[in-house]
């Protein structure tokens, strides 16, 4: 069972680069007709998908993590970026 590692965009960078945007990063395995997120030794955590005819791995991976990011995302502690229109 091999680890894979996926690293996802949850926020781009600003236009000037005064925020660098953020990434989240999770791991994923394939056991029988599963996929499973884990951690990054392999174990497994709660959230899996079955796999059906055609799909591609990662994708499942992908979609089950950003459902994952998606439910604890909070962007309280984010830098507050104003808008000056002189910099426009």
Known sequence: ??????????RRPSRDYT???AVEVG???VSGD??????????KTDHSRRLTEG???K???TALFRGRIGSRKSDFHRPLRYFNPGRI
Do not use: C, H, S, Y
Not at 1 to 10: A, F, G, P, R, Y
């Open 19 to 21: 925020d660098p945007g």
């Open 55 to 57: 799909d591609d791995a």
């Open 27 to 29: 791991f994923w395995v």
């Open 34 to 43: 599963r996929v499973w997120l884990t951690d990054e030794n392999g174990r």
């Open 1 to 10: 069972m091999t680890v894979n590692k996926l690293t996802l965009q949850v």
């Open 59 to 61: 994708n499942v991976a």
